[in-house]
């Protein structure tokens, strides 16, 4: 009987983690979206920061000089940049951050979701256990394979340390959001997409493990 139970809270744990891993897809897709949304914001400030030509080259000095017409005048008064370019680049900006803090809410549900997931298999765990047991969340030592079923106490760990990955990634791309601003360096929006491309606190390999199980 005992046994019999064991294998049903084993089998309700795999289900538990194949949920959790599709919420963890979700997110790996708003990160790619919020990646583009990141590189635009960067295009679009560099745009409106770029040097005026007139200051920068004594060819286009003289050029200009030698053709003062009303409208070379007005658009080198202008800094050199086209109104219409101006605007469409003001215009992405504010697109950037608002699809930014869309994807920000979308990821906030996912993790709320993978911590609620998470919970109940840690309830359902110890629901099924005859003694008291404390489980310690850590990274996997070995890698675990496919035909290499985990238990109950597997896919909980599993998914404590994917979803502290996952947190902790959340936090830092909302921390890059609020950052950002028509006072962002060039060298800090470099930076941010470095991070938010790289992805500092995931392990690809234990996400990877972790996609094998429900497959």
């Not at 795999?14 to 897809?25: S, T």
């Not at 979700?26 to 200051?55: C, H, M, N, W």
């Amino acid at each position: 009987m005992q046994a019999e139970g064991i294998s049903n809270v084993d089998d309700e744990a795999r289900e538990i983690l194949a949920e959790f891993m599709v919420g963890v897809i979700k997110f790996e897709e708003l990160v790619e979206v919020g990646r583009t949304y990141l590189i635009r914001f960067q295009q679009a400030l560099d745009f409106l920061r770029r040097p005026s030509i007139y200051e920068s080259s004594e060819l286009v000095k003289s050029i200009v000089k030698a053709n003062e017409t009303k409208r070379v005048s007005a658009y080198v008064e202008a800094g050199c940049i086209n109104a219409y370019d101006s605007a469409v680049s003001v215009s992405q900006l504010n697109t950037s951050v608002g699809k930014l803090r869309d994807c920000l809410l979308k990821a906030k549900g996912i993790i709320d979701k993978l911590q609620s997931l998470m919970d109940k298999a840690g309830n359902a765990l110890l629901m099924n256990s005859d003694d008291q047991i404390e489980i310690e969340f850590q990274e996997p030592e070995q890698e675990v394979t496919a035909s290499q079923k985990l238990d109950a106490a597997g896919c909980a760990s599993f998914m404590a340390v994917v979803y502290s990955m996952v947190k902790q990634d959340y936090t830092m791309q909302e921390k890059i959001v609020s950052s950002l601003n028509l006072k962002s360096s060039s060298d800090e929006l470099e930076s941010y997409s470095l991070m938010w491309t790289l992805r500092p606190f995931i392990n690809e390999d234990v996400i990877q493990q972790a996609m094998r199980q429900v497959r």
